[in-house]
């Protein structure tokens, strides 16, 4: 597969590690009243999704950047890269 | 052995002759030939046994789908078994044997398998090898293995070369055919960048094998042409001996380009390269393989596909037989008898299975209308043919042509699901090709000559206009669209004797009709059943056959029944190639420590420690096995002072105004309030709340901090670090980069180490217990003004420091440490004593943090902070983290010191049976401690925290052991700390 990382290009995904669902983005409040069901959401519950999937690569041979990466399962399209930190920013973590 | 079967015409370069060998027999060849044509010029129609019955089997075909004509290939370590001889290219020297027989090739022994045929039916080793259970392993399976199968390994190490290559291209075009080359040539001329790869030596494809014309020329011609203007333009690289094996993600191909295999000698250059292609768009012109019809007989040697016999007449000027009949069951078979009889072999009969007049004249032969093959005779070559109508006709070969299939494969890798074509007869591409693939030619079911090569033009054109490339004309040459009616026939049905579908296999009709019978009715189920398609020919000439009986039992049609799909590769592919370079020593490449020579020249014993090579330990004159050093290399740093290359602890460089905060988040204890100058011992935890690494972090000024990892967790905790710093927390100024290569570092430990490093470390600096206290750190010179970096921190419970100077000093400073040590009579220790002494110190390591264990279990629960945000924290509360009674880490000692203990010991109390339901905790680390003489272990046990002095068993049943142990604080060495702070 091919990643176009949104600094560097198109760059061959062998350089990259695969964590997994975006959704790790988005920690829960630590102080929230249903924390604990709130992070063990978090920590173990992962949509499936047969179609476009947002993931998160590591380019550890590469940069470090950690992307956003929109992914067709079924078909390993590749529809958008983004970097997570701008991702991470766009969805509330900038406080 | 002359050449009988040789005749005019052909390819080949008969100025020069080449000799080879088969079964030790010297034959003779051409530049040009194959194994195969070379065999057959000499009149070698034996040239193999089949995988299950030992049958007698010859060339069938003159290309890659070949599925009997399989030898093994050169001797001693480069021995290469199951080549096929249509595809290997004849070399001087060159020594093939035939596979699979007892005895010689002529009389094999395991023939009188053939004889038990009725009994060995599709199934039959589910069937038969049930009972007794305990016969598989030791009776059934051995006696199995040794008399099916194919080549033998040579069993030595493969001696050849392999590498790895990444090619990137506009277009890819697959197949170096009349459709490949036009696509190619048109692309080229375009000034896009090309790749055309084929799998055969000579580019041309069937262009070489028939007797087509293009615009008045040659095909052949006409093919050397292109392709000797393709070679001249720096745009297209043409890869002969290569086969696209599969289509990957992104429009990347996966190649095998056989560099070295049609030489004697390799020469030290890479045999085979592994090629990685990275292509806007691609064009498959793969062409298609041409199937047999099943008839009673059908696999004798001399029985050969129609097309195949054409190539050998046409491109080697070899015929396989002088009174050759063809039977067919389309226009195309009729080819080969009117270009065999066009180069003077006599053809004897032309058999069509259609009611239909002759296609083409072909003097001399008999033309049987609406008749069949039925049977044959001739043990090691075929004798005579027995017609359906009950004629026998003597003849040395058959031709058979049962149609032809476009090679697919390749639309099939991603999620292409091939279309059937009434009008064909066969499976055409179809479903969602890989993304920028386009087909053409044969391989899309355009099967004259002149539809392929307009298809081959107009595919390279419309693949250029998406790439948004102009496209430059090229003329269409005049061509044929030669006759290509086919009709459906699979088998003869009137065929009393087996009947082969698929030959490598040993699969008849009559398996495919059982395994329906029995149930076995999807493409799926037959194909694993009965193994049809299966093994290295990947079932190119049997799978449609199999299908097409597969549907007439069941009473379906064709596209009904469907298709097995294929995936890569689209031929065997050598381990070594996909290997590489990365074999042995280079497979995984040691990282080496700063100080590893040092260590060589002093007698070090090395251990692999993830990729690191580290010290185990240092032997010494004298000492008789390794406990001697190690006991030796504790003692001497408890009682004076050791050194020990920590360098491969990870180490990470944190800087930036939220340094501090940052490490408040990813450290489960506080950070925040660290102050300049200190060091802190920090816990890290797993999101769910499991331990997860810990180390020491120094604040080396306000926004600045040096981590440490553990050695096996650096390069994950470093991954985790940046995923927190950039995913959850993106507005903290922070910074990071990993140093463990930048800095090498050496713990110097033991009573005399401040009066040891007191002679490094210049002068200007106190490191006194007031000034340097324990968890001290700071920037230091050493040696007379070179930087260096002082922790005052101990894993082995002495007072110890770790210095780091950069990692290119690395090695003097092990030098220099030694030097400045002499006095105190300093020890290098290795590994194994900084094990023992950290068991000695209770001190947790990968043992405990094993991924199983929080927090509470290793006694650090009190340092998980609930009042910060960090990781880990929330979930580690879960009320079964934190239970009462969890197990706890604590130290136990033998009752009898005198008794050794195994890590991995389970404990039971005293009075209880040794079973899982009675178990308390386990053994996690055991060394035999030097300085209290006896054996030590570090374990978890259930409450263990209340259960000090309490004696359980410690129970091994693997080891058949059982020791009574005391349980005792961990911290076997110095419980108050005393040493650390001295």
């Known amino acids: ?95 | 052995m002359s050449q009988d079967y040789r005749i005019g015409g052909g390819q080949v370069d008969r100025t020069r002759e080449i000799t080879f060998r088969f079964n030790g027999k010297a034959m003779q060849g051409h530049p040009g030939d194959t194994l195969a044509s070379a065999l057959l010029a000499n009149g070698q129609k034996l040239v193999g046994r089949s995988f299950k019955y030992h049958r007698p089997r010859g060339v069938f075909t003159s290309g890659s789908e070949e599925p009997n004509a399989l030898v093994q290939l050169r001797s001693g370590a480069h021995q290469e078994p199951n080549t096929r001889a249509t595809t290997v290219e004849l070399f001087e020297g060159l020594s093939a044997t035939s596979q699979n027989h007892r005895g010689p090739l002529e009389w094999d022994l395991m023939a009188v398998t053939d004889l038990m045929s009725p009994f060995l039916s599709a199934g039959f080793y589910y069937k038969t090898f049930m009972w007794p259970r305990a016969f598989w392993e030791k009776f059934y399976e051995p006696v199995i293995r040794s008399s099916a199968g194919l080549g033998r390994l040579s069993m030595q190490n493969d001696p050849d070369q392999y590498d790895k290559g990444f090619l990137h291209c506009d277009l890819l075009v697959v197949g170096a055919g009349p459709s490949g080359l036009m696509a190619a040539l048109t692309a080229a001329r375009s000034g896009a960048r090309v790749i055309l790869a084929d799998e055969d030596f000579a580019p041309g494809g069937r262009l070489n094998a028939e007797t087509l014309e293009l615009g008045g020329m040659a095909g052949a011609d006409w093919a050397a042409q292109v392709v000797a203007e393709l070679v001249d333009m720096p745009n297209v690289r043409l890869m002969t001996r290569t086969t696209v094996y599969g289509a990957y993600d992104h429009g990347i191909y996966g190649a095998l380009e056989r560099c070295t295999d049609h030489l004697a000698e390799s020469g030290g250059k890479p045999r085979q390269i592994l090629w990685r292609i990275y292509s806007k768009r691609a064009v498959l012109a793969a062409g298609a393989t041409e199937r047999p019809i099943a008839f009673g007989n059908n696999d004798r040697p001399g029985v050969m596909m129609a097309g195949a016999v054409r190539a050998y007449v046409n491109r080697f000027g070899v015929t396989p037989g002088h009174h050759v009949a063809v039977f067919t069951n389309n226009d195309d078979g009729w080819r080969t008898a009117k270009d065999l009889t066009d180069k003077g072999v006599e053809v004897v009969a032309v058999i069509d299975s259609r009611d239909k007049p002759a296609v083409c004249e072909v003097p001399g032969a008999r033309h049987v209308r609406g008749a069949a093959v039925m049977d044959t005779v001739g043990r090691k070559g075929i004798k005579s043919i027995t017609l359906t109508d009950g004629q026998v006709i003597p003849v040395d070969c058959l031709a058979v042509s049962g149609g032809w299939n476009p090679n697919v494969h390749l639309t099939c890798h991603q999620r292409g699901r091939p279309e059937w074509r009434d009008d064909l007869q066969a499976f055409v591409p179809g479903g969602a090709l890989p993304p920028g693939m386009a087909v053409a030619g044969a391989a899309n079911g355009q099967m004259t000559l002149a539809a392929a090569l307009a298809e081959g033009q107009a595919q390279a054109k419309a693949q250029l206009e998406a790439l948004d490339h102009t496209v430059a004309n090229v003329e269409l040459l005049q061509a044929e669209d030669e006759p290509r009616e086919a009709a459906a026939f699979w088998h003869v049905k009137d065929s009393k004797k087996r009947a082969w579908v698929d030959q490598q296999n040993d699969v008849t009709v009559k398996d495919v009709k059982l395994a329906n019978r029995e149930g076995f009715r999807s493409v799926e189920l037959l194909k694993r059943y009965t193994t049809l398609g299966m093994a290295t020919d990947q079932g190119k000439t049997s799978n449609i056959a199999g299908l097409a009986i597969l549907a007439e039992e069941a009473g379906k049609t064709i596209p009904e029944v469907g298709t097995t799909i294929f995936r890569p590769p689209y031929t065997p592919v050598p381990m070594g190639a996909l290997g590489g370079r990365a074999r042995g020593k280079e497979f995984r490449p040691y990282r080496l420590t700063p100080s590893h020579k040092w260590a060589e020249e002093n007698g070090a014993t090395f251990v692999e420690v993830g990729n690191w090579l580290r010290a185990q330990w240092f032997v010494r004159d004298g000492e008789k096995g390794w406990r001697d050093s190690v006991d030796r290399e504790v003692e001497m740093t408890r009682n004076s002072v050791g050194i020990c290359d920590v360098t491969t602890l990870g180490k990470i460089d944190i800087q930036g105004r939220d340094a501090a905060e940052f490490l408040n988040k990813v450290y489960a204890n506080g950070f925040a309030k660290l102050p300049v100058g200190k060091v802190r011992y920090g816990l890290m935890l797993r999101e769910d709340g499991i331990a997860y690494d810990d180390g020491t972090t120094a604040r080396m000024g306000e926004n600045h901090f040096v981590m440490t990892t553990t050695t096996a967790n650096a390069v994950v905790v470093f991954r985790r670090l940046e995923f927190a710093r950039q995913c959850l927390w993106p507005n903290l100024d922070v910074h990071l980069i990993s140093t463990t290569d930048g800095w090498a570092q050496f713990a110097v430990a033991g009573p005399n180490s401040r009066k040891l490093l007191q002679k490094v470390v210049d002068k200007e600096h106190d490191l006194s217990n007031e000034a340097f206290p324990f968890m001290a750190c700071g920037e230091v010179m050493v040696c007379g003004g070179m930087p260096a970096r002082l922790f005052r921190i101990s894993f082995s419970g002495e007072m110890a420091y770790e210095i780091a100077v950069p990692a290119r000093y690395g090695n003097s400073m092990m030098d220099v440490l030694m030097e400045a040590g002499r006095e105190f009579d300093a020890v290098p220790y290795g590994t194994e004593a900084l094990g023992v002494m950290r068991i000695e110190k209770g001190h947790a390591a990968g043992n405990e943090l094993n991924g199983q264990t929080t927090a509470h279990n290793l006694g650090m629960g009190r340092m998980v902070s609930q009042k910060k945000e960090c990781i880990g924290n929330v979930l580690s509360q879960r009320p079964e983290m934190v239970r009462e009674d969890a197990v706890k880490l604590m130290g136990f000692k033998p009752v009898n010191p005198a008794e050794p203990l195994i890590a991995g010991m389970h404990f039971i109390n005293r009075n209880a049976v040794a079973n899982m339901d009675n178990d308390q905790g386990w053994m996690t680390s055991v060394a035999y401690s030097p300085s209290l003489g006896h054996s030590i272990g570090l374990g978890f046990v259930k409450s263990g925290d209340t259960r000090k002095g309490e004696i359980l068993r410690a129970v091994s049943p693997v080891h058949g052991r059982e020791v009574l142990v005391e349980v005792v604080s961990a911290h076997f060495i110095d419980p108050e700390g005393e040493r650390l702070r001295a």
């Not at chain 1, 790790?24 to 102080?31: A, E, F, K």
């Open chain 1, 1 to 95: 597969m091919i990643i176009h990382h949104p600094l560097l290009g198109p760059r061959d995904a062998a350089e990259f590690v695969y964590l997994g669902d975006a959704s790790l983005i988005d920690r829960p409040d630590w102080q929230a009243e249903d924390a604990a069901q709130a992070f063990h959401a978090y920590g173990y519950l992962r949509d499936n999704p047969a179609g476009a999937h947002q993931e998160l690569w590591y380019h550890e041979q590469g940069d470090r950047s950690w992307l956003v990466v929109t992914r067709d399962t079924t078909t390993h399209e590749i529809t958008q890269v983004e970097l997570a930190r701008d991702v991470a920013r766009v969805r509330g973590r900038d406080k």
